[in-house]
């Protein structure tokens, strides 16, 4: 499996909080059968203020640590994009880094907040597109307004927007909204991959083969691989195609 939404990346945002955590928040995940991780810290203005370089350092520092272990997983980095309007001079800059690429377009996972969809996020999304840039929406489950209005992810699904599914919402650990929510977007087959959105050993571990399970439950196996291996992996080719220096 492969897992393109996750904080394992030491004192960088509200995910691992040291070395040792992060080195075993990989091995839990390589325990479940993942192969390959992208680190997505937060990029959050004015909360987790990270960039291309500090992004770059707590990769680098935790690819010398996992040298030193028996533990057989891949690591690239990324980033969690929350919505702002500073997107899109980020963008211009060529400073926000991109999960992979997909249909010819980078692919950003860009963040709503949990409370609502702000005004103009469609605008955003038709001015990355028009970037080529594709946006991956993450765990839109977790979404106030869409567990509320639900209908309301349509415009996102006729923009060619992608999808990210949070483990932990669809197995009922973030509670009954999401898990609903989440359950009725698979039936739909709407989303395009599963994350494990992992922070912690003990709050939130990794737990995407449970999902996987549960996913074949709800709808069919190849559906199943195809949120956690193959489109994942498609997705991420060209990350892990480069070198990791």
Known sequence: MIDLHCHILPNIDDGAKSIDEAIALVALAAEQGVSRMVA???IHLGIYDNNLQSINAA???????????????QLRAAAEVRVSPE???????QQLPFLGRYQQKDVLLLELPSSHIPPGTDKLISWL???NVLPMIAHPERNRELQSHPERITPFVRAGCLFQLTAASLIGDMGEAPKQLS???????????????????NRRPPKLLQAQH???ALT???????????????????LFAESSD
Not at 87 to 93: D, G, K, N, T
Not at 183 to 199: A, V
Not at 226 to 235: D, K, N, Q, V
Request: charged letters at 15%; aromatic letters at 10%.
């Open 129 to 131: 597109l028009a970037k």
């Open 40 to 42: 997505t810290p937060h």
């Open 59 to 73: 990769y680098h520092l935790l690819c010398d640590a996992l040298a030193l272990t028996n533990i057989d997983i």
């Open 220 to 238: 069919d196996q190849e559906y199943a691989f195809a949120l956690t291996t193959s489109m994942p992996g498609s997705i991420s080719n060209v």
């Open 183 to 201: 359950e009725y977007f698979i039936k739909q087959k709407l989303y395009s991959i599963i994350g494990s959105d992992c922070h912690s050993l």
């Open 214 to 216: 549960a996913v074949t």
């Open 87 to 93: 997107i899109m001079l980020f963008i211009e800059q």
